[in-house]
């Protein structure tokens, strides 16, 4: 099942950020191989996919990633963030977790 995702490239990395009681911090907790592509906003894949290795940040990595993702959307992306973890802590989960991926 594809999910869109916002993300920031970082040197040979791509920076995502997710809520930490999310399927997608879940399943990344048992298993790192995760497929990547470009898509829409609804998740339909726009090209091929290719194999990538994820890993979940600590919290210090997690704050920089937010920092990053803020900025590279700007005033939409601080909204969008801002809506996140309002949500999160409204449903008392543990905030957000950042994601490292590795083509």
Do not use: H
């Amino acid at each position: 099942m594809a999910t869109p995702v916002w993300l920031v490239r970082d040197g040979e990395v791509l920076r995502v950020i997710t809520g930490a009681e999310s399927g997608k911090a879940k399943r990344l907790a048992n298993n790192p191989s995760v497929l990547v592509a470009v898509c829409d906003s609804r998740g339909k894949l726009q090209g091929p996919q290719g194999q990538a290795t994820a890993v979940l940040q600590d919290s210090v990595e997690t704050a920089q990633t937010a920092a990053a993702i803020k900025a590279r959307y700007g005033f939409l992306g601080r909204v969008l963030s801002w809506r996140a973890e309002r949500a999160e802590k409204k449903a008392g989960k543990s905030g957000q977790v950042g994601i490292t991926i590795t083509m």
